[in-house]
């Protein structure tokens, strides 16, 4: 049996060729202290404790699969967001800590006042889930073409209580939109890598994650961008606003399209890593 301490350490240096320390060391931790239930401190604390039998076979079981790359969160089967625990599984995207700045810009733009909310492919539904937590008096409806991923965000919809209303619908579909309404904000996190890039992408997210909420043609890099910007002509209240993220490379392009498109103000913002990575239009 593993000891705490010695599970750790050999993890950690089975991970470290694959990703970098620190990250082969944030890995580890989270796993340890998914199976102990012990944070860093308690289980140096008990550092020397064996692993149960049960808590043996859940350490063996995911160091076979994160060797073979797949992601600590859909072992674990959760990934934190604005500090709330969302379930993610193979068909959703882990959410990305640079996502809860797209969120964090919206509520700082709508905190005073009610807004409607159209949320284009929801996956784990982190994004219409945090700003209806943070914003419950907004009310929104978030669309994704996959069953199984409303079928997630459903469940962390309910798991946080917060009130959303879902719908199945291709963004890429217009006769699909129809029955939309209109709304304040429009928001998207849509696929936006081109497939050329994949062969350069690390193995657990390209062989893991859903392929349909990733990559676009490489031809056609703006295809979802696009699409966001028309289905905004007919579905976005006067004022109203578009916030996308963005890939950096194509962020000028984004910018030049919507405002092409006939949008005011259309501003890029950095992220955390100082990336161009979102995007705000208005509607005239």
């Not at 240096?13 to 998914?34: F, G, K, N, S």
């Not at 160091?63 to 604005?82: C, E, S, V």
């Not at 994949?198 to 031809?219: G, Q, R, T, Y």
Request: hydrophobic share 40%; with cysteine; charged share 25%.
């Amino acid at each position: 049996m593993h000891t705490y301490s010695r599970a750790f350490y050999a993890l950690k240096d089975q991970l470290t060729p694959i990703y970098d320390d620190r990250e082969a060391v944030a890995i580890a931790h989270e796993l340890l202290h998914h199976i102990t239930r012990m944070d860093k401190v308690q289980r140096l604390m008990h550092k020397d404790v064996e692993f149960t039998e049960e808590q043996e076979i859940q350490f063996t079981r995911a160091q076979t699969d994160l060797l073979n790359g797949r992601p600590l969160q859909y072992i674990i089967g959760f990934a934190w967001f604005m500090n709330r625990e969302f379930i993610v599984n193979e068909h959703v995207l882990i959410p990305r800590p640079e996502t809860e700045e797209l969120v964090q810009w919206i509520i700082d733009d709508n905190t005073d006042r009610v807004i409607s909310i159209f949320d284009i492919g929801t996956g784990s539904g982190c994004i219409p889930v945090s700003l209806k937590l943070s914003l419950p008096d907004a009310l929104i409806t978030t669309c994704d073409i996959s069953e199984k991923a409303l079928e997630t965000a459903s469940a962390n919809a309910q798991k946080l209580g917060a009130d959303i209303h879902f719908i199945g619908m291709d963004i890429l579909d217009t006769e699909q939109q129809n029955d939309t309404g209109v709304y304040n904000v429009i928001v998207s996190n849509p696929p936006y890598i081109p497939v050329a890039e994949k062969a350069n992408m690390h193995s657990n997210v390209k062989d893991h994650e859903p392929e349909i909420a990733l990559f676009v043609p490489n031809d056609d890099a703006l295809l979802f961008y696009r699409a966001i910007a028309q289905f905004g002509k007919s579905h976005l209240a006067s004022n109203g606003s578009i916030y996308c993220e963005l890939e950096a490379a194509h962020a000028q392009e984004s910018k030049a399209l919507f405002e092409l498109m006939g949008y005011k103000n259309v501003t890029i913002r950095k992220d955390m890593h100082g990336n161009w990575r979102m995007l705000k239009a208005q509607a005239i």
